[in-house]
């Protein structure tokens, strides 16, 4: 979340940020940027570009990788915007009301999307013959679209709470304009806690069973395969378990990175003002960053979760480094003369009429 959440007053400190808070702050966003930004796009670009990476689940994770994208490029670079700025805020009052809005919408949907590719699994899983016939592209298309569209409405209370308003540093009295979500009316503080069990607690059994249940049968099944001489059998059996623990670790660390913000958030809404004034600047804004940093993991970690523990994904993965590698060397030895381009030309040429023919 944005600092908005952190003051209910007009008036602000303006206090010098430690050395040791920007050299931290800044090397572990820059850190989780370029991995998630780069990872993240890896993953839409082999899911689009190659047809055996285009299956319902990968067509789900790209929903996931997008919702990881939005928030590294739009409420990770605003939140260091605010950082670098000591609070005010340069980006207008239609921002200020959109980024929040967003960091909570695309939180939420990649609560529903997990939901989706975990109980798909699940049927699949559990349920192979009515899996069968029932899961389609389609209908996860659809699934997909409805995650967007409620994680949205879910979300809209925080463009009405969100405002920009004036405020003074109490040091030389300076007016600036700062971003503020006022969360103290009864209906606001209902509104995050039904999101936090709506959004998280539920979503969090839902998920505990659904894996339990999952796994169980996969042990089960894998125990009936290990004697069988059915080679095929055996090959899908390793990838559906490759699978599980992948989608699993998926929700596990998701949790795990951004229970930290939840609570926070739940904290700075409930906590007495004069509680939260007494930790000071440091001891405030080391708990907001740290909280917002795991949040920020979370969003570039998946990509390496499917280098680890997904074949497909390694390959597709190298497949596209080491093709736009060649391409690149292609386009080098063209463009450094006649000659060299008609050689290598022609030894692709001669290559391909001793493969086919």
């Not at 319902?56 to 260091?80: F, G, K, R, V």
């Not at 409405?153 to 463009?159: E, G, K, V, Y």
């Not at 059994?205 to 059915?230: D, G, P």
Request: aromatic content about 14%.
């Amino acid at each position: 979340m944005n600092s908005t959440y952190l003051e209910n007053g007009t008036d602000t400190k303006m206090i010098s940020t430690p050395l040791y808070m920007y050299l931290w702050v800044t090397f572990m966003n820059v850190a989780m940027f370029i991995t998630g930004f780069f990872g993240n796009t890896l993953v839409i670009i082999v899911i689009l570009r190659y047809k055996n990476m285009k299956t319902i689940t990968n067509c789900c994770l790209l929903n996931l990788s997008m919702s990881d994208l939005l928030t590294l490029t739009i409420c990770q670079t605003s939140a260091l915007m605010e950082f670098f700025s000591h609070d005010r805020w340069i980006l207008g009052e239609a921002l200020c009301q959109m980024i929040p809005f967003l960091e909570i919408l695309v939180t939420h949907a990649s609560i529903l999307i997990m939901l989706g590719i975990s109980y798909g699994r699940y049927f699949a899983v559990c349920y192979p013959l009515e899996s069968y016939s029932t899961c389609s592209r389609t209908r996860a298309f659809m699934m997909m679209a409805s995650a967007w569209i409620f994680a949205g409405i879910s979300a809209m209370p925080f463009i009405f709470m969100s405002h920009t308003e004036t405020a003074k540093f109490t040091n030389d009295n300076t007016e600036v304009t700062v971003c503020r979500t006022h969360i103290s009316q009864v209906w606001q503080r209902i509104f995050i806690v039904v999101s936090f069990i709506a959004f998280f607690v539920i979503p969090c059994f839902i998920l505990a069973f659904v894996y339990s249940k999952t796994i169980y049968t996969v042990i089960t099944e894998s125990k009936k395969i290990e004697n069988a001489t059915n080679v095929s059998k055996q090959n899908s059996m390793k990838s559906r378990q490759q699978l599980v623990v992948m989608l699993l670790m998926i929700v596990i660390l998701f949790f795990l990175f951004v229970l930290p913000m939840r609570i926070v958030i739940l904290w700075l809404v409930f906590e007495n003002p004069r509680t939260i004034g007494s930790l000071g600047f440091e001891g405030y804004y080391n708990i907001i960053w740290i909280a917002r940093v795991l949040q920020y993991t979370n969003s570039a970690v998946n990509p390496i979760i499917y280098n680890v523990f997904s074949v497909k994904f390694r390959k597709a993965f190298a497949k596209l480094l080491f093709s736009s590698k060649r391409q690149t060397r292609q386009l080098s030895l063209t463009s450094s003369g006649g000659r060299t381009a008609i050689r290598y030309s022609f030894v692709k040429s001669s290559i391909k009429e001793t493969e086919f023919h």
